[in-house]
């Protein structure tokens, strides 16, 4: 059965500080891993990746991912409070890669 | 504007009741999946289609129904048969073998 996953469940931190954030994954036949931002209703998508030792970048975010190891970290720098909200990963999974297994998610929160 | 709508935004329910909830894309994509979110969860796959007509059973499909009539609509019901069914209910749909799921703004159901 294909699983991911997210460590930790739960991060609070203060405004400029930098967290990484964990997923690992087991999956038949690894294609891709993505990234998702949740902040009140729905997931927004922030990375996909599926090249190890690629960074994928995008402004304070950047993510990268590990296929020998089978993780990502989806790192943020100098946190805002808009930043706040649960990061979920997902990676596509048998029986083609149809269908989205998710972790739990990380609850981020981000105090002035 | 392209996207998916999901409706009713909040939905109250007596327990013995059944309900559907409503998700429409204009996005032209092929797959759609219905997830469920509970408190501090991730996303657990109810069901999804991937082509008009035919859907298959998620990781936790017993006490929901779904149907496919047509491309753009895949309604979720949950019978009286589902044991817990307060949740966030998300709707999501893709296009092809590109693994980004697009989500709607969610339902939330609460059985009273």
């Known amino acids: 059965e294909d699983k991911v996953v997210q460590s930790p469940l739960s991060l609070v931190v203060h405004e400029g500080d930098t967290v990484t954030l964990n997923c690992s994954y087991e999956?038949?036949?690894?294609?891709?891993l993505l990234w998702y931002k949740q902040e009140k209703k729905a997931p927004t998508f922030l990375f996909m990746l599926?090249?190890?030792?690629i960074e994928k970048k995008s402004g304070r975010l950047s993510s990268i991912l590990d296929k020998k190891e089978l993780f990502s970290i989806l790192n943020i720098t100098a946190t805002q409070t808009g930043d706040s909200a649960v990061y979920l990963c997902?990676?596509?999974?048998?029986?083609?890669?149809?269908?989205?297994?998710f972790g739990e998610g990380t609850q981020l929160t981000v105090n002035p | 504007d392209g996207g998916i709508t999901q409706s009713p935004k909040y939905l109250f329910r007596k327990e013995g009741q059944n309900v559907t909830l409503s998700c429409e894309q204009n996005?032209?994509?092929?797959?759609m999946y219905w997830y469920r979110q509970d408190p501090g969860q991730g996303l657990r796959l109810i069901y999804y289609?991937?082509?008009?007509?035919?859907?298959q059973k998620g990781d936790i499909a017993e006490g929901y129904s779904v149907s496919r009539e047509k491309k753009e609509s895949f309604p979720l019901t949950v019978t009286s048969a589902q044991k817990n069914p307060t949740a966030f209910y998300l709707c999501?749909?893709?296009?092809?073998?590109?693994?980004?799921?697009?989500f709607g703004q969610g339902t939330r159901l609460t059985v009273v």
């Open positions: 999501a749909s893709k296009w092809g073998q590109n693994p980004e799921a697009f």
């Open positions: 999956v038949t036949n690894f294609r891709s």
């Open positions: 599926t090249s190890s030792g």
């Open positions: 996005l032209n994509h092929d797959a």
């Open positions: 289609s991937q082509i008009v007509n035919d859907f």
């Open positions: 997902a990676v596509p999974s048998a029986p083609s890669g149809s269908r989205l297994t």
